[in-house]
């Protein structure tokens, strides 16, 4: 586990029915949304209930024309914890920001983030005071 310090990120988003357990269905329907996948940096939120299936803005994207909400996941202080073949794992995601929070103050008005960088390798993001 490692801090580091993350500047906000503009994001287009679908916000999961059900919560984390609607997860898949959002970001299924925002990539069909895409016009293409490639070159797209993916993130998945949770704050107070509400899961997000993101995708940060490019320039000359329309979220309007692509009926996508806007939102700003919010910079700061987290703690960061790689998680290789994340797919296998998409169970314990929760269990893994559970141990990470036993070792920090959360610092509960912020989300917690799920950075894809691949299909293989994902980085857990825990805000903290």
């Not at 919560?19 to 107070?48: C, I, N, Q, V």
């Not at 979220?63 to 910079?75: C, D, E, F, Q």
Request: charge should be negative.
């Amino acid at each position: 586990m490692t801090e580091i310090e993350l500047e906000d990120i503009s994001v287009m988003c679908v916000v999961a029915k059900g919560g984390p357990s609607g997860a898949r269905a959002a970001f299924d329907e925002l990539e069909s949304k895409l016009p293409s996948l490639r070159g797209r940096k993916f993130y998945g939120t949770y704050h107070e209930g509400e899961y997000r299936a993101c995708v940060a803005m490019n320039e000359g994207d329309s979220p309007h024309a692509m009926k996508l909400i806007t939102w700003v996941i919010p910079g700061g202080r987290y703690l960061r914890e790689k998680v290789d073949d994340w797919e296998q794992k998409v169970e314990t995601l929760a269990s893994v920001f559970e141990s990470m929070a036993s070792t920090r103050r959360v610092d509960r008005t912020r989300p917690s983030v799920e950075v894809y960088r691949s299909q293989r390798e994902s980085l857990l993001l825990l805000p903290i005071e």
